[in-house]
């Protein structure tokens, strides 16, 4: 069986033995294949996940997952991608050690037995990864799914996967009333500039490390995932501020594109977090009233955002109290190594 070489002391994961398929790592020109099957993926499952081709071409060079080693594309004897396979893990991590499964078939190919091929291969690279990894006691596989994926769930369980968290997408029609925007008087409101960017993204770490599995994310990541996204929207980003300290913010992003494939109008918030010490003084449902007042003068019919069902601030609440509901459910499934 053919393996692929990373280094002196350990081989990577052998190649699928399954016919009909050739197999090697991604590489910057597949993006555009991969975008097209992403694309056609999202029609056969109604999932939403692709985001604009310029974003995928961006991000593929990722420091959680280097394509080389970390990921495995199977490719049809015509040369079209079938599926592939890809392992992300923050290369300094705190506490406990995670590597997250990416796996993605073209719906034609998932009766061929490549599907579980894939997931071989994803499972032995993670494990791999967090057993590299000695400082930290703790080590676990994540796969992330939407709750409508039932065979893939069942092929996780079968692996001795179980969930582990819980999180919805929820909507907000602009249609409906708006709150004005409401902030104790030492709290200002401020649209987002370049100059606050090192600010927010200190505030963003800080204010996610209570939060589940958070990650802290360096400067670079922080402009090449956050802010410098194509989709961001700082003209309709907000931050609250107390005299020249960040207290919260909301980042806000519009895709053309997405909207344009989707037929609809809608508007995300992509990043919300208030500093714990400023929590419980409305200034969340502040920079929602904002953010919903921006994204409806823009013309938009919706506002969507993702939550953390289980989330210890009680965000789900604060959502709830301004009109969000919920709209499809994911579930994180998780492996202890």
Not at 186 to 215: G, I, K, M, P, Q
Not at 229 to 252: C, H, I, K, Q, T
Not at 307 to 314: F, I, R
């Amino acid at each position: 069986m053919l393996t692929q070489t990373f280094s002196a002391t350990l081989e990577l994961p052998a190649l699928p033995a399954i016919s009909g398929f050739e197999f090697r790592a991604l590489r910057a020109e597949d993006v555009p294949a991969l975008y097209d099957m992403l694309l056609t993926i999202e029609r056969a499952d109604e999932r939403d996940l692709v985001q604009t081709l310029e974003d995928l071409q961006r991000e593929f060079d990722d420091p959680w997952s280097n394509a080389e080693i970390d990921s495995l594309a199977a490719f049809t004897p015509a040369g079209q991608l079938a599926g592939f396979a890809r392992t992300f893990q923050n290369p300094q991590p705190e506490g406990e050690v995670r590597c997250w499964l990416a796996v993605e078939v073209h719906p034609m190919q998932r009766t061929t037995g490549l599907e579980e091929a894939l997931l071989d291969w994803a499972e032995e690279r993670g494990r791999q990864r967090v057993l590299l990894t000695t400082s930290q006691p703790a080590r676990v596989l994540r796969s992330g799914l939407q709750d409508t994926q039932r065979a893939r769930q069942g092929q996780l369980v079968e692996r001795g996967f179980s969930p582990a968290r819980y999180f919805y997408r929820m909507r907000r029609d602009l249609s409906e009333p708006i709150a004005p925007v409401q902030l104790p008087g030492d709290l200002a409101l401020r649209v987002y500039t370049s100059e606050l960017s090192d600010a927010v993204h200190a505030a963003f770490n800080e204010a996610f490390r209570d939060h589940w599995s958070f990650d802290p994310i360096t400067a670079a990541e922080w402009q090449q995932f956050v802010v410098g996204r194509s989709s961001f929207r700082s003209d309709l980003s907000y931050v609250v501020m107390a005299s020249d300290e960040v207290v919260g913010f909301s980042v806000n992003a519009i895709s053309p594109e997405e909207n344009a494939r989707h037929g609809r109008y809608e508007g995300w918030i992509e990043e919300l977090a208030v500093r714990r010490p400023w929590r419980k003084r409305g200034v969340a449902t502040a920079l929602l009233c904002a953010s919903m007042h921006a994204f409806k003068a823009e013309g938009l019919q919706h506002t969507l955002l993702g939550v953390d069902t289980q989330n210890l601030s009680g965000a789900l609440r604060v959502y709830e109290s301004v009109g969000f509901k919920p709209i499809k459910r994911y579930i994180q499934f998780e492996k202890a190594v």
